[in-house]
């Protein structure tokens, strides 16, 4: 059982008889196509498997992650803490990215660079694990319980495993106290309590209610801070450990085929004694 990991452990006594200490919230965050937007106006790129939005979409963050970020800022309201907000990827959209900054969030680190453009979720991992081990400090790292593009929900735990801490998935309710964490898990019809010592990497749903709006004084402090930008480089990633794992050999948008027919009649009466009788047919009833 990891009480707190040496490698990152940055000096302070590890929580030991505290009561509601101040924390320190990595969140990770990742920027994803709007899953609003209807289907048919995404393409497919056969040759690269690749998606894009025909009608330029702006992209969106992911909705668990933006849980993610109340669930660190209801714990820095009630105790205090330092929330640091991660994403990678290879291009971000500057006024998404903000949004958990005008929530709250006190900083943002943009893992950034053309080699992130294709990772699969073991690659995510290792570099949000390399990005936190930069950081250098953490107590409790929050992550969505699943990304909506692709729904793996494999990042947070590939992460903890990389981290060498534990994982707790699908929280309602987070609540870090003296050292552990106490966690509300949603099940199907009501919940359960556990507890994990910290660190931790604990995945957060939407039953933990609704993130909160951004306010216009944190849509203008949020202006006024830069995010901290690092490159494959700066992490001193090993590149052989950016290659997919996972390849995908086919995507394909459902072929939906829609066949109407019109059963009419001398009256509604008759058009319903023929309808039942082609239903009947048709071994439908
Ligand atoms: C055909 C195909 C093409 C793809 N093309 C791209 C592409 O062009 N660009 C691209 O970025 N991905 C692409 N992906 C997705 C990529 O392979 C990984 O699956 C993905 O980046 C990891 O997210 P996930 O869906 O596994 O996340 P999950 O494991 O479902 O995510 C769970 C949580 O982990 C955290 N998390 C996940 N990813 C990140 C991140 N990048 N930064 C910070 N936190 C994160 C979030 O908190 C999220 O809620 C593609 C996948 C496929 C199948």
New binding site residues.
């Given amino acids: 059982m990891v009480l707190y990991s040496q490698q990152f452990w940055d000096g302070r006594p590890p929580f030991v008889g505290a009561l509601l200490m101040p924390v320190e919230i990595v ?5 994803v196509m709007d899953p609003e937007t209807p289907a048919y106006t995404y393409r497919i790129d056969p040759a ?4 894009t939005s025909a009608t330029g979409t702006p992209a969106v963050i ?1 909705g ?2 933006e849980n ?1 970020v109340e669930a660190a800022l209801r714990i820095k309201d009630k105790q205090g803490a330092n929330v640091t907000v ?5 291009q971000f959209t500057a006024d998404v990215m903000k949004r958990p900054l005008s929530m709250g969030a006190d900083q943002m680190v943009l ?1 950034q660079d053309e080699a ?6 073991f ?3 290792y ?2 694990a390399e990005a936190i081990k930069k950081i250098g400090k953490f107590d409790l790292i ?18 903890a495993e990389m981290l060498g801490v534990p994982c707790v998935t699908v929280a309602q309710k987070v609540e870090p106290n003296a050292g552990k964490v106490s966690v509300q898990r949603t099940l199907p019809g009501g919940y359960e309590v556990v507890e994990a010592p910290l660190p931790a990497v604990v ?1 957060v749903s939407n039953a933990l209610g609704e993130p909160r709006y951004a306010n216009i004084r944190g849509i203008m402090a949020a202006s006024r801070k830069k995010p901290t930008v690092w490159s494959a480089k700066d992490l001193g990633l090993d590149p052989a450990r950016l290659a ?1 794992r ?1 390849q ?1 050999l086919d ?1 394909a948008v459902p072929n939906k085929q829609k066949q109407v027919e019109i059963i009419t009649g001398d009256n509604d009466a008759d058009a319903g004694r023929k309808l039942a009788l082609k239903l009947r047919e048709a071994k439908l009833i």
């Fill in positions: 969140v990770c965050v990742k920027q690269t498997r690749r998606i992911n668990f992650d993610a991660l994403s990678v990827g290879s893992a992130f453009g294709n990772l699969d979720s690659a995510v991992a570099v949000l929050l992550a969505g319980r699943q990304a909506s593009d692709w729904d793996n929900a494999q990042v947070p735990l590939a992460l995945t997919p996972v995908v995507l």
